[in-house]
C-alpha cells in the first residue's frame, strides 16, 4: 500500500490483515502524519514494513519500491490496495487461493486485478470470474513480483495519473498479460471515494468533479502516455488511451454542465 494522509479507517483494515497473518508492506508518502509511522511501530520488525523517503514522491515511486521490497523479501506476488479501496479478510483470502489453484498464469501475466462483478466475465470453470484485459487500475491488483522486475517495475516518473496505464503498456510491450478476475468477496472502491450519485439517461452512475490543475495533470500524462504507445508502434494500445481519455474529459464537461444548469439534489457518497 501507499498511503498519502489516510484516515483511520485504514489502520483497522490493516490491522485485520495482519492478524489474519499477512505480511503488510506501506509506503509512507506523508510522513509528517503520523498515524501511519505510530501504527507500525506497534508491531515488531517483520510486519508491517514501513518504507518513506520523507516526502511525496508519488504513486509511481510508491509501489515500486514496495513490491521491490517484497521482491528482495522473496515474496512471489503482491496485492496492492489504495488507501480508500475497501477490503477485508474475505478478500484476501479468495485473492489467496485464486493464486493457489491458477499459478499456470504466473509466467504469462504482470498482473491480476480484482474488483467486482462486471457485465461479460467469462466463467473459467470455477468459481473466479475471469477474463483478460488491455487497462487495469492499480488498485486491488495481484502482481507478479519476478515478472514486474523483468519490465524495471512501476515507473517512478509517472506522479499518480496514468501510473497503472503506463504499467500497462509496458506490460503489453513485453508480452504480458493482464487479467481481471470479479466477483471478490468483500471488495470495495467507491464507498470511501469523495464521489456523488446522478441520475443520467435514467442510469446512476458515480462521478467527480475534478479541479482544473488535476485534469491538466491528468491531461498531461494521458499524452505521455500516448506518445509512448506510438513510438512503441503497440497501435491497439494507443486507440484504448485516446478512448479511455476522452471518456474522462466526456464525463468531466457532464459534470460540470449538470451542476450548473441541472437539478440540485444529488445523493452524495
Known sequence: MVTYKPNIDLTLRLQSAI??????????????????RQFCRKFNANTPKYITCGKNAGLGFGISSVCAQA???????LIFFD?????????????????INNTNLISGYSAIVFGTQKNGDLVTGNRFMFKDVLLARSSGSLFFLENLKRINWHNEKYFVDCVDYEFCLRSNNNNLRIGECSKTPGFD????????????????????????????????????LLFASIKSGNI????AVIRSFAGYIYWQILVRVINVFGPKKRILK
Open 71 to 77: 521482491y528482495y523479501d522473496s515474496y512471489p506476488a
Open 83 to 99: 488507501q480508500d479501496t475497501v477490503f477485508d479478510c474475505n478478500t484476501l483470502d479468495f485473492v489467496e487461493d485464486f493464486y
Open 19 to 36: 492478524t489474519s497473518g499477512f505480511s503488510i508492506y506501506i509506503f509512507d508518502n506523508s510522513p509528517e502524519d503520523e498515524l501511519i
Open 189 to 224: 472502491h467507491e464507498s470511501e471515494q469523495p464521489d456523488a450519485k446522478y441520475v443520467i439517461f435514467g442510469k446512476e452512475r458515480l462521478l467527480r468533479e475534478y479541479s482544473f490543475n488535476r485534469i491538466f495533470d491528468t491531461t498531461f500524462a494521458s499524452i505521455r
Open 236 to 239: 491497439l494500445f494507443s486507440y
